[in-house]
Structures are given as structure tokens and as C-alpha cells.
């Protein structure tokens, strides 16, 4: 990289990009091999400093105390370096520029504080509490990837991304593009904070990315992205275990599935809800303890099948052993507070310093922790002196003490998910002993994860969601081929190769949510160079092959994968099972061996329209029509030059009356022919499992039909 000045701007270029700096702190040009200015305008500060007031003495006396942010307003070069002010603050930062082949690393490496910069005050300097190093306001471009904080279209791609969760990565909206920033928060990091500007070709921007995370010893969310089974449909289980794992492995195969993810209440005990969460105590069911687990885990791949573990790294359960007994000082609280007077273990009523912020909770998440006791209170006053009443002593099997007053407390923070679990706060070392605990049982032959619950921890979200998840992947010896979680933040797209799931819609909404969410969400990701998974879809009693048949379509549309909740009752019990899970195989082997055409893939993308795949594998477009016998669900489509209504029964099987003889009925579009009964005016037929009329009728006569059929 070659740097040159002159009396205007600082100039750092090579064969392949030109970047000037402004002397007077602003960004002034961008470009790629010298093509096209990418900056939306030469007027945004380089860099920016935020205080929460100033602190020198005649500064704070001529300005308002409160928080500031600070323009850069002065650049020069030292030493290879740049040194940016900020007037009227009296220190300036340093920030060092790399050229790594790839991308360009930008590091607060330092402070430049005079002594005469707060002469008789003792604080630690600087003052600061965040500093952007680096800020491009770039110009619109066709897209923009919020996660991976990208803006790029057919030609070129602009991105800035953090070296460690520890750096805030985001942007901000502008008329004419994105403010794209690093940012170092005093806390998180501050000296030594860096991040990565790609400056480059799209064509060119996963490969920089990929070395860039070689680079930083970073998950390798470039390749697992390249991985053949990113995009694998995956087959969830909850109450697998040696005695049943046999019928949940007949089921998948039947489905098409080559991944099993596997969650915690397979192997560890638990009861409605979180309640056990974080003791990790195996079932009974494993008597020879890891060894079942591994045996079975042994027998998962014997069929072909890749199995993974989803566990809740944040969630604590109220039950498990560190909420009782004894409550453990490291979960997570809302506020910490601080007695103004003493209590003993008989005392209703517990007064504090602090006005109560978080007491306004619904009855099950109003528990408070003093010591190692819990207590429940029925309410609390908001003026003087603050008074938390009504107490449960000794709630949830804790001992009530006695606590003095100064004794610090708090409101613990219940999830909002049922109540049943509280979080652990990630700044102390409680996050790293469950992530141990969930390592342990990940290396015994998982090969992909699910971190749900991940938007369970503390704030700053940005930081801590993917912070939590980065400190459970780090303790896995072997690296999982994917994750998948329930929240992400930036760094997050490292590991999260497998995006993230939508959470389970009920049968008679599900086309509807699936429009609403996961079909807006795909494209979007598409942005970020990612997919998402396109949810989890429950199989329910009522699970139908047309829902089911519309969810995989338009998946398969953007090339993304499902997840099915598979209950082991209702697959047993639902009469359409061995429909639904056709439908489902037919669309995974089409997927895997790429048998859409991109131009089918472009239909399967639209919203509201309904395809089905025969067993040949040939796309149809239906649509679905009203019938006189209820729980039929009726579909039309055309095939050489011919009418079909494909039908089944949602919950049974039936016997129906149509009104007609002009129909031959088969087991598929082309399949065998079914027997049929003739009568008088009509025809009557069986069904249940999916079958179909083949007919010359138009569209139109066959509705009319189906108006006039009976049950008999």
C-alpha cells in the first residue's frame, strides 16, 4: 500500500483500491481499481468521539452537561498513522491503517493525552466512552446486508466488519446510502479495537471474507457455507431415546432427511417448560451414561443421518440447582438494589435506595434475590421510601436469612418465554461453565447446533447475543459443519451459517405466515450472502400435504432448508403421514440433486401461488378449491393437455359420491388406475391418502362438481 499526502488529504492506495482522508477529518473519496466513487459525499467525519459531558474545567462550565458526540475536525500522518482531533477535546486518537492483501484493517491503537489535558483532575484518561475508527457514508447501492453490514451490487461490494464481538459493527440510514462504522465502546474494547473495510468486487468479496477470518482465527462461516449440507432439510426431535430412536429414524427416511437435530430433553431430565435447564442431569433412560448417548449416536449415522444438538446456552431453569436450593449470585438481573434497612426471615416488607424501575412484571417474574434466598412480592410503591410488599420468604425451596442493610440485590430476570427459567448474566463466569457442560455433551459425535434462546442475555444486545454464542462455540472441540440460532448480532454471521429459524405457525395460518415472514426473509439474507432456514414447522394432528407442499415449494425457491417438529404421536396419529412426508422427500431430492430450474426457482418465489411435485418430479402450478364434504381438500392442475383434481381426506378416510363418470381415478398423475364403484348418476370412490382424477372437464365444470359431492 503506498501513502501520500498533500496539503488537503491523505491518500492510502494500491493496484487495487483509492481511499483519501481528508486533513480536515472527513472521508473524501472511495474507489475500486480506480472506477467509480463510492461514497455518498465528501461531508462525513472520518471518525467521531462520544463523552458523556466534558470534563475540562472551563469546558464543562461553558457547555451543557450531557452526552456529545464529536466530529473528527483535524487528520495528519505520523509515522505511518493517522491522528485524528476532535475540538474542543484535548486529546487526539490514533488509528493505524494495514494493507492485508484481502481487505484494510483499521485499529484504535492509541491515545495521544497531553499533561496539560486536565490539569488537577483524577480520572482515567481518556474520557471517552466510545469512539467510531472508522465511518464511510457510502452511496446507494443496490443492495444492503444489515447482518454483515455490507452494501454491494453486481460489480462491487463495500463492507466493515469487526475482528471480535467486542467491536460494534452497524450502520445508519441516509438519504443518499448507509453510514457504514466501527466502533470501540469503553467496557467492551477500546485500545487495540480493529476492523476489517472490504474494498473489492463482488466477485472478489467471499473469498477476501474468508481469509479475513482465517486471519483472525474466526469461525469459518465462508466455507460452512459451502458445506453440501448447509441446505439439508432437518428432521427435530424432543423425546428421542434408545427405546424409540429405531421409529424417529424410520419416520426421517421415509422423509428424505439426512440431518437430526436432536434437543436436550432427549437426553437430560426436564418437565414442561426450562425448569431443569442448565443442570444437564441425564435421563434414566441412559443407564450407562455418555455411552448410551454415544451408542445411539452411532446408530443415528448408521442410517445416513447427521445428528446435532440443540440446547438454551442462556436460560437457567428455576428448578436447576442454581436457582435452589441456594440462588446463585451469577443470573442474570433486571436491577440491582440495595436495602435501606434491615430485614429478618420473617419480614413482608423490604425498603430500598433505589427507585424501582423493573417492578411493573406480570405475577410469575416478580422474584427478588438477597444472599442466596429468593423472594416473590405482590408490589411495590414508586415514591419514598421505596417499598417491595406482599413477600413470599424463601421462595422456590430457599432459606430465609436475615440481610442487612447496604446488602446488594436485585430483580432477577425471568424469561418471558413461560417463566419457567431465568437467564445468566454473560459478564461473569457462569455463561463459560454451562457452555462446558454443553461442549461435553456436543463432542460426543454431534456434527451441527441450534443455540436457541440466544436473545436471552444481557444488553447491549449487539455485543452480548453474539458474545454468549462465541463463547459456547470456542469450548467445542470439533467445529459443527453449521449453526443455526434463535437471535443473531454482526459477528454472529461467522457462525451462523445456518441463519436462523422461524418459529412454528399453526395449520390454518401457516401459508399465510409463511408469506408474511420467512418469504420476505430469504431475500434479505440473500443480501448478507446467506440464507435462512425457512422455519420450523410443526407436525401437528392436523398437518396437511397442501401446507406442507406450499412451505417446501417456496423454500426450494430460495434454495433454503426447513426444519420439521417431528412428535412421535402425531405422526402416529395423523392420517395423512405417509402423504405429508412424500411431499417432503419429493422436495428434498429435488433440491439436493437440483432438478428446479432457475426459472422455476424465480415462480416458487412468489407469494400466494401453489405448485406440486409429481413423482416424476415435474413442477405443477395448482390451485385449491372449495368442496360440499368437509375436510376434503381439493387441488386443480394441468398435465399434458389434461384436467386433474388431486384430493384427500385431512383426517380420515371416506367414502365420497361425485356426480359424474367422466374421470379415471389414479394413485398419482401417471401412476395406477384405483377401483371405483358405479351407480346410478354418479360414481363413488375412496379417500383418504392423496389421490387423483384425471379428466377432460375445464376448470370451471370441475368446481361445479365438487360443489355437488356427499359423504355416504
Excluded at 142 to 165: M, Q, R, S
Excluded at 359 to 384: K, Q, V
Excluded at 601 to 625: D, H, M, T
Aim: aromatic share 14%; net charge negative.
Amino acid at each position: 500500500m503506498q501513502i501520500s499526502e498533500n496539503n488537503n488529504s491523505i491518500v492510502f492506495s494500491n493496484d487495487s483500491f483509492y481511499f483519501a482522508a481528508g486533513k480536515n477529518g472527513k472521508a473524501l473519496s472511495l474507489r475500486i481499481n480506480n472506477g467509480e466513487e463510492l461514497l455518498a459525499d465528501s461531508n462525513t467525519s472520518l471518525f467521531t468521539l462520544t463523552q458523556d459531558r466534558f470534563f475540562n474545567n472551563e469546558l464543562k462550565l461553558m457547555h451543557p452537561s450531557k452526552r456529545m458526540t464529536i466530529q473528527s475536525d483535524g487528520l495528519r500522518l505520523e509515522n505511518g498513522r493517522l491522528i485524528a482531533s476532535f475540538s474542543p477535546v484535548p486529546y487526539e486518537a490514533v488509528i493505524r491503517i494495514e494493507d492485508r492483501n484481502s481487505y484494510i484493517l483499521f485499529t484504535l491503537e492509541d491515545f495521544i493525552i497531553p499533561d496539560s489535558a486536565y490539569p488537577g483532575l483524577s480520572l482515567a484518561k481518556p474520557p471517552a466512552v466510545s469512539l467510531r475508527f472508522l465511518q464511510l457514508n457510502i452511496r446507494e447501492m443496490k443492495y444492503f446486508g444489515e447482518w454483515l453490514n455490507v452494501c454491494h451490487d453486481e460489480n462491487n461490494a463495500v463492507c466493515i466488519a469487526g475482528t471480535e464481538p467486542t467491536v460494534f459493527i452497524d450502520n445508519e440510514k441516509h438519504k443518499n446510502g448507509h453510514i457504514l462504522y466501527a466502533e470501540a465502546v469503553k467496557g467492551f474494547s477500546f485500545k487495540g479495537a480493529s476492523a476489517a473495510l472490504f474494498l473489492c468486487k463482488k466477485s472478489d468479496f467471499p473469498c477476501n471474507m474468508a481469509e479475513f477470518e482465517r486471519d483472525f482465527s474466526l469461525p469459518d462461516g465462508v466455507n460452512s457455507r459451502k458445506n453440501d449440507k448447509i441446505n439439508a432439510s432437518v428432521y427435530w426431535v424432543h423425546d428421542a431415546v434408545p427405546e424409540n430412536i429405531d421409529k424417529h429414524l424410520d419416520y426421517a427416511v421415509q422423509g428424505g432427511f439426512s440431518m437430526m437435530l436432536m434437543y436436550y430433553t432427549c437426553f437430560f431430565k426436564e418437565e414442561g417448560g426450562y425448569y431443569y435447564c442448565g443442570n444437564y442431569e441425564l435421563r434414566d433412560e441412559y443407564e450407562n451414561g455418555f455411552d448410551d448417548i454415544i451408542k445411539m449416536l452411532d446408530k443415528i449415522k448408521s442410517r445416513g443421518i447427521t445428528p446435532g444438538f440443540h440446547f438454551l446456552h442462556s436460560h437457567i431453569g428455576l428448578k436447576s440447582k442454581y436457582f435452589t436450593p441456594e440462588a446463585d449470585y451469577r443470573v442474570m438481573h433486571r436491577q440491582i438494589l440495595s436495602l435501606s434497612e434491615d430485614i429478618n426471615e420473617n419480614s413482608t416488607e423490604l425498603f430500598v435506595d433505589n427507585y424501582p424501575l423493573e417492578a411493573e412484571l406480570p405475577e410469575n417474574c416478580r422474584i427478588l434475590r438477597f444472599g442466596t434466598e429468593l423472594m416473590h412480592y405482590e408490589s411495590c410503591t414508586d415514591t419514598p421510601p421505596y417499598c417491595y410488599k406482599g413477600l413470599i420468604r424463601g421462595y422456590n425451596g430457599t432459606l430465609p436469612q436475615k440481610h442487612k442493610r447496604g446488602s446488594f440485590g436485585g430483580v432477577i430476570y425471568i424469561s418471558e418465554y413461560g417463566g419457567s427459567s431465568g437467564y445468566c448474566d454473560q459478564n461473569s463466569s457462569l455463561q463459560d461453565e454451562i457452555a462446558e457442560k454443553i461442549a461435553r455433551v456436543y463432542d460426543l459425535g454431534f456434527s451441527f447446533i441450534y443455540m436457541d434462546g440466544s436473545e436471552g442475555v444481557n444488553a447491549p444486545y449487539e455485543y452480548q447475543i453474539p458474545a454468549a454464542q462465541y463463547r459456547v462455540y470456542k469450548k467445542l472441540n470439533v467445529k459443527p459443519l453449521f449453526c443455526e440460532a434463535a437471535a443473531k448480532g454482526h459477528f454472529s454471521w461467522h457462525m451462523l451459517s445456518g441463519g436462523n429459524a422461524f418459529d412454528v405457525f399453526p395449520t390454518d395460518s401457516f401459508k399465510a405466515m409463511l408469506d408474511k415472514y420467512p418469504m420476505r426473509e430469504a431475500p434479505v439474507l440473500q443480501m448478507d450472502f446467506t440464507r435462512p432456514d425457512f422455519g420450523w414447522w410443526a407436525f401437528f394432528d392436523d398437518s396437511r400435504p397442501d401446507v406442507f407442499e406450499y412451505g417446501a415449494s417456496h423454500a426450494a425457491g430460495f434454495d433454503c432448508p426447513f426444519t420439521i417438529q417431528s412428535h412421535l404421536s402425531s405422526l402416529d396419529d395423523n392420517a395423512r403421514t405417509r402423504d405429508n412426508l412424500e411431499v417432503l422427500r419429493r422436495w428434498e431430492y429435488a433440491r439436493k440433486h437440483k432438478l428446479l430450474t432457475n426459472e422455476q426457482k424465480l415462480i416458487l418465489r412468489e407469494a400466494g401461488r401453489e405448485f406440486i411435485l409429481l413423482k416424476n418430479y415435474e413442477l405443477v402450478e395448482c390451485f385449491y378449491i372449495e368442496t360440499a364434504v368437509k375436510d376434503i381438500t381439493v387441488g386443480i392442475f394441468h398435465k399434458d393437455k389434461k384436467t386433474f383434481a388431486v384430493l384427500c381426506h385431512n383426517f380420515s378416510t371416506v367414502r365420497l359420491f361425485i356426480p359424474s363418470e367422466s374421470f379415471i381415478l389414479r394413485d398419482e398423475a401417471d401412476g395406477n388406475i384405483l377401483k371405483t364403484e358405479a351407480v346410478t348418476d354418479g360414481t363413488v370412490i375412496e379417500v383418504g391418502d392423496r389421490c387423483y382424477m384425471e379428466t377432460e372437464m375445464t376448470d370451471e365444470a370441475l368446481k361445479e362438481l365438487f360443489k355437488h359431492i356427499r359423504k355416504i
